[in-house]
């Protein structure tokens, strides 16, 4: 067994977040340290952040090795974390150190807390009171002697911190230093809970017996969007609280925070911690520090919150589960929703997956009886599903570079005369995603990646939406020449948002696309504004699919809803359907009920039959018999592996070579596919193979991988990435 405690000099193995691949030897400082102790350790001319991970190896000379520097000001990583993270690693198949920097996001987290400016009321008599003033001081009085930031004093006042300044100036309020890393107000489990239904209070017992007997435990929480999911799942958070357990919310997307952040102060009295990639250096830092105390209750955040040290984690929750945007592509590949399950299993903590449209891979898991399912069908809110229907384009009389069909136009002008909204869904950003030539027939392409330059038109540039580069619109073909020959070609939102006001001159239309905004509280701010009836017509990518609720909207019309069936992806089908009736739910209440037309040029196709009839499980045996067949995720096991380099020889090489010596998958009765051009076949100048590789469920694909990998050596320019689970396949 594993000491937990090492004495000064005492041999120890550090792991730090460098690539050395390996753990390396210090000897204990003064005062020695503790197993999972953070500390600083000397690494050629450097100082780098560790953790002491196990006893020291002992292979070199004694007299050699170097000691830690410090033990840094945090509690130790506990045995749990250091387990999930080397699971992880096995998991995914990588290197250690990569796992642990993801566990180490916060600055200078061993530091000791800077101080900063907070501010309580005075002992000076108020003069010159303005509105702003007087709210400021009732705010501090209502809180009694509580002290406050000054932007949090703002935000409560709904006034400018310079209004805090100036009462300051008077010692109205009195200016204070106080350390930087104050622990969060506490939440109160029982501030402003709801009365249950009877299918939510059995689904809130089940998951707070579990969350009181610590054991581990996954449900599916289906429900269509406003059926009460996420008043069940508070109510989980709740028990939490009451039992003194640590709990986390990932959302999907990090324009829903601020909502959901509403809602949790409403429910349980004040705000969460948040941790998201909009979160300041310093935040995060207190965020890191503070759960590792016990001090945050419950956390808020993207994928990455599941490597923060919680130190008494009760309860995981995964809103809209099965969002694709779970799975990072890039570094460490992993997805959240798995890693979810591994890291409250190792800590006997309760998960939630919540969705309308549940992944495959989750229902295959009810299926085997791994998870738990539990169905809301009452629906608060009064959100109903809209009826549903398909526009064959066949039919319709439609003039070339135009999309909106004579059937969609009639419903939409219907809308307006009743003074209702509509919204016109395509997922895809820019005005035009191809600038064609009509002199030479060339089309414009990112000069890095294999990729077309979309047109943005607001912006004025031709943007690559695979590495983000942007160039103005050229007026000369940089092919063959020719003046004032480029044309657009194809539609994406701000060419339908031009259409759209053709047709309805009249009316207010929008464009909503994330990168006509600043920030996303800009964006925030105007969705609220488009909500509450500053619009008629919405035009909006996949961006309007989540979430946000137009209590005024009766009718979305898909323009293209074949665009996600193009291709050979295997998830597909699953993509689509999830899109479709998730983008349909945001039509129709039950005193308006709604309606979504999808625009087709294959109205038999079975996808668009089963999202029209809105059979779910018909639909999933369907897709289950599918990929049963095709022996693919969930009921086989894959892993991608992309090649990338400068030299596209060079990889089609190392591909071919790979693909022959395949002897250690060949042992496990896997298959190997390949290589072929990755689906993105350059990124920034890197040309890009992927090999894919299918194995049956209970397969050791992970060591036959490792094994069939380490053959290989990575000369020069050449990188490898293995992508267990890939999202296409
Ligand atoms: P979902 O997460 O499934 O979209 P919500 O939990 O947001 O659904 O519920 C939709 C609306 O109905 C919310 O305004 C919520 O407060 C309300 N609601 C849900 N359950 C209840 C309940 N048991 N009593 C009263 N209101 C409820
Ligand atoms: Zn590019």
Redesign the pocket.
């Known amino acids: 067994m594993t000491p937990s405690h090492f004495h000064e000099g005492q041999l120890i193995g550090v792991l730090t977040a460098q690539p050395l691949g390996r753990v390396l030897d210090y000897k204990a400082p003064e005062g020695g340290c503790f197993l999972g102790a953070f500390v600083e350790v000397p690494l050629g001319p450097r100082k780098v952040l560790g953790v002491v991970w196990q006893v020291g190896a002992g292979d070199y000379d004694y007299a050699k090795v170097r000691s830690v520097i410090r033990v840094l000001d945090v509690a130790p990583m506990r045995d749990e974390m250091r387990s999930f993270l080397t699971r992880a690693a096995d998991y995914t198949l990588t290197p250690l150190d990569q796992m642990l920097r993801l566990a180490t996001r916060a600055p200078g987290l061993g530091d000791a807390p800077g101080m900063r400016k907070v501010y309580r009321l005075g002992d000076a008599e108020p003069t010159r009171l303005t509105d702003a003033r007087t709210r400021v001081i009732e705010v501090l009085r209502d809180y009694g002697g509580l002290s406050f930031t000054g932007k949090e004093l703002a935000d409560m006042a709904g006034v400018g911190t310079s209004v805090v300044k100036g009462l300051a100036k008077q010692g109205v309020v009195r200016e204070e230093d106080a350390p930087r890393d104050v622990p969060y107000p506490l939440l109160d489990a029982d501030y402003g809970g709801?009365?249950?239904?009877e299918d939510?209070e059995a689904g809130a017992a089940v998951l707070r017996d579990g969350i009181k007997a610590q054991t581990y435990g996954t449900t599916l929480l289906k429900?269509v969007?406003?059926?009460?999911?996420?008043?069940v799942y508070l109510e989980a958070v709740a028990e939490c609280l009451r039992q003194g357990r640590q709990a986390l919310v990932l959302l999907p997307e990090i324009a829903l925070t601020g909502e959901f952040l509403d809602r949790v102060e409403a429910r349980f009295g004040a705000r969460p911690a948040e941790w998201h990639s909009g979160v300041t250096q310093t935040e995060r830092r207190r965020v890191w520090r503070m759960i590792g105390q016990g001090d945050a209750q419950m956390v808020v955040g993207a994928r990455s919150a599941l490597f923060l040290p919680y130190q008494n984690l009760g309860l995981i929750v995964v809103d809209e589960e099965h969002d694709t945007s779970y799975k990072q592509e890039d570094g460490v590949l992993y997805n959240a929703r798995d890693m979810a399950v591994l890291r409250a299993a190792g800590v006997g903590a309760q998960v939630v997956l919540?969705s309308a449209t549940p992944s495959l891979e989750s229902w295959a898991n009810v299926e085997a009886g791994k998870y738990r399912r539990l169905n809301?069908t009452s629906r608060?809110?009064d959100a109903v599903m809209p009826t549903m229907r398909a526009i064959d384009m066949r039919a319709e009389d439609l003039p070339g570079g135009k999309w909106v069909s004579p059937s969609l136009r009639v419903a939409i002008q219907d809308r307006i005369d009743k003074g209702e909204q509509s919204l016109i869904f395509l997922n895809r950003r820019g005005y035009a995603p191809v600038t064609l030539c009509r002199a030479c027939g060339h089309q414009i392409g990112c000069d890095h990646c294999d990729a077309r330059m979309v047109e943005h038109r607001f912006l004025k540039r031709l943007m690559c939406h695979q590495c983000g580069e942007t160039k103005p619109m050229p007026t000369v073909c940089p092919h063959c020449e020719a003046e004032d020959r480029l044309s657009a070609v194809g539609p994406g939102v701000e060419r339908m948002g031009e259409e759209v006001t053709e047709l309805f001159p009249d009316a207010r239309v929008v464009v909503l696309s994330s990168d006509l905004y600043g920030s996303a509280r800009a964006m925030k701010a105007h969705i609220a504004e488009i909500a509450a009836g500053g619009a008629d017509i919405i035009i909006g990518t996949q961006l309007v699919a989540k979430g946000h609720n137009f209590p005024n909207l009766t009718l979305v019309g898909v323009i293209d809803a074949d665009l996600g069936l193009q291709g050979s992806d295997l998830r597909a089908a699953e993509r689509t359907f999830q899109l479709m009736r998730q983008v349909a739910g945001r039509a129709g209440r039950a005193e308006k009920p709604g309606e979504a037309l999808l625009q087709t040029y294959q109205p038999e196709h079975a996808v668009i039959q089963a999202t029209i009839a809105g059979d779910e499980e018909a639909f999933w045996s369907a897709e289950a018999a599918e990929r049963k067949a095709a022996g693919v995720p969930p009921y086989g096991r894959m892993a991608g592996i992309v090649l990338s380099s400068t030299n596209v020889q060079e990889v089609f090489d190392l591909g071919t070579a790979m693909a022959r010596q395949d002897a250690p998958l060949r042992r496990i009765g896997a298959q190997v596919f390949g290589p072929a051009p990755a689906p993105i076949a350059r990124i920034r100048g890197r040309h890009r193979v992927r090999l894919l590789v299918k194995a049956e469920k209970g397969a050791p694909l992970q060591q036959a991988l490792a094994d069939w990998a380490a053959q290989f050596k990575l000369r020069g320019e050449l990188r490898m990435a293995i992508d267990i689970d890939p999202q296409s396949f």
């Open positions: 709801k009365t249950l239904t939510q429900g969007t406003g059926s009460g999911k996420t008043e919540a809301l608060f809110g």
